[in-house]
């Protein structure tokens, strides 16, 4: 994984998300998380365990998504979230 940041290269970087624009999301280490802890939320589990719905956008977990296909919005699935079904 690569730091959003400083571009620094980490095994395990904070996989995190913008309180303002939920968006925007990346991966962050600790220094460059550090001042901006209190504008981002760290997103828990592997990027990959997420996905968008194709009817609202709003990015939700996989296990919530049904027919998970990938190749939607930045690789990740998508599908049809569970307030859309
Ligand atoms: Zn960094
Ligand atoms: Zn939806």
């Known amino acids: 994984m690569r730091c959003d940041g400083c571009g620094a290269s980490a095994p395990a970087l904070k996989t995190v998300r913008c309180r303002e624009d939920r968006e925007r999301r990346g991966a962050l280490c600790g220094p460059c998380w550090e001042p901006l802890r209190e504008l ?46």
Not at 60 to 85: H, Q, Y
């Open 40 to 85: 981002v939320w760290i997103i828990v589990g592997p990027v990959a365990a997420w996905g968008t719905c194709r009817a609202c956008g709003e990015w939700v977990s996989v296990n919530d998504l049904r027919d998970a296909k990938p190749g939607g919005r930045r690789s990740a699935p998508s599908g049809t979230c569970v307030d859309c079904r």
